[in-house]
């Protein structure tokens, strides 16, 4: 409802952004796991380790065994473990001849016949005993590896040699950007959760300059940009409430914006599994961005920014699948209109609303106040505030105001008695 422009902390909800970044984790982590180019020349060796006590017991499932895969042809050494379903997985270059040993601690090495990768996937499983946990060389893994039926492994030719340097320099530049990207992600949500803790602990300050760390190492995140945005504005009302307008401006304009991001990425964003695009949450994006350039129009010298603000209000409220708060928004609006001397607009925007609400009370008080400057309104504004009066909530603080209007327009508007007293 509208009153005197009093600008409040708004207090940041961290455990629904906390959520929100754990759903933008996952999405990165996709992101992360599928940003290397495909190889066209890499194949797949997968397969199931099984474990027997004895030779004539039941095979189980085995995980944390050591895979060692070894290629004959050409020099290449590779490792990996199964899972807890005692599979393992591993992507290896195409038309190499190749063994696959399963060992560890407690087991006896065990390892496959030789063979050629000439698929796309390979499955090779072993089974494992109980034994002392030593692994032979690999040179005596490969001699004792028996032959496939393709024949002997013939050498590479020069320009298979160079082909195949060229395939593994383009496999580790890859790890190594996945790598790099993995430390960053961590430093980011690092940075991300500090900010959410000065958030809770009303550390504005803080919290923005955690943000923008966070920012500056993923700025793809809707979650980073949307905390940042709420952060940005409660430390502009801050430094507003404080008399530091041009700190304070400079903190809106910064808000607006990121407000604004968070919503392009949320709603242009990938989503994961099971999961779809909520529009309520692009909707309340759109609102940190409006109400940042609200303020940056009313007390900025920004007129454009008015504009801006009234667009994504009015986007905002059209997205929302609530109608009690797609008229909310629209009194948030009205009350910008006012807030910003343009009465005539609040007016149409709280008649507009209650012609699909009449019993919305936010509207109906504010539209009184709006016309209390036209006195041929009068009449109108008293019923409206008797409405509210009679209505609204005992705890909502508008009530009593309601009454205390209504009372004082009908006094003002009784006629004057003999020596201009009010009958």
């Known amino acids: 409802m509208t009153s005197v422009p009093t600008f409040f902390n708004w207090n940041l909800f961290a455990r629904r952004f906390g959520f929100a970044l754990i759903v933008g984790l996952g999405v990165l982590a996709a992101t992360v796991a599928t940003s290397s180019p495909a190889y066209a020349q890499l194949g797949r060796i997968r397969g199931n380790i099984t474990y027997k006590e004895k030779v004539d017991g039941q095979a189980v499932p085995k995980s944390d065994v050591e895979i060692l895969i070894l290629r004959k042809d050409i020099k290449g050494v590779w490792k990996t473990k199964t899972d807890k379903k005692g599979e393992y997985f591993f992507s290896v270059p195409l038309f190499g001849f190749y063994v696959v040993t399963a060992h560890g601690k407690g087991l006896t090495a065990r390892s496959s ?224 209109y006012f807030s910003a001397g343009l009465i005539d607009k609040a007016v149409e925007t709280y008649r507009g609303i209650l012609t699909e609400d009449p019993a919305n009370l936010d509207a109906s008080f504010n539209l009184g106040v709006a016309l209390t400057s036209d006195p041929s309104k009068a009449a109108e504004c008293v019923k409206l505030f008797e409405l509210v009066a009679d209505k609204a909530a005992p705890t909502d603080p508008h009530k009593a105001q309601a009454a205390e209007f209504a009372k004082t327009m009908k006094e003002a508007a009784r006629p004057s008695g003999p020596g201009g007293k009010k009958k």
């Open 113 to 336: 016949a030789l063979f050629k990768l000439e698929q796309d996937q390979q499955e090779i499983s072993l089974e494992v005993y109980p034994g002392e946990g030593t692994l032979p060389t690999d040179e005596e893994i490969l001699t004792r590896a028996s032959t496939p039926n393709s024949g002997a492994p013939r050498q590479p030719t020069k320009e298979e040699i160079e082909a195949y340097e060229k395939e593994k320099a383009e496999y580790d530049r890859i790890a190594k950007e996945n790598e790099k990207i993995k430390a960053d992600f961590e430093e980011m949500k690092k940075h991300f959760e500090a900010g959410l803790a000065m958030d809770q602990q009303k550390n504005y300050d803080g919290a923005v300059k955690e943000y923008k760390q966070a920012v500056s190492l993923d700025n793809t995140q809707h979650a980073v940009f949307g905390n940042m945005s709420q952060a940005m504005f409660n430390l502009g009302a801050t430094k507003f409430n404080a008399k530091d307008r041009e700190g304070a401006c400079a903190l809106f304009k910064e808000a607006g914006p990121a407000g604004e991001k968070a919503a392009e990425l949320y709603s242009g964003g990938t989503q994961p599994a099971g999961k779809t695009i909520d529009p309520n949450v692009t909707s309340n994006y759109k609102v940190f961005a409006a109400r940042a350039y609200a303020l940056v129009g009313q007390y900025c010298g920004d007129g454009s920014a008015l504009e801006k603000a009234t667009q994504l209000y009015l986007t905002a409220s059209e997205l929302q699948t609530d109608p009690k708060k797609k008229h909310d928004l629209r009194v948030k609006l009205g009350e910008m």
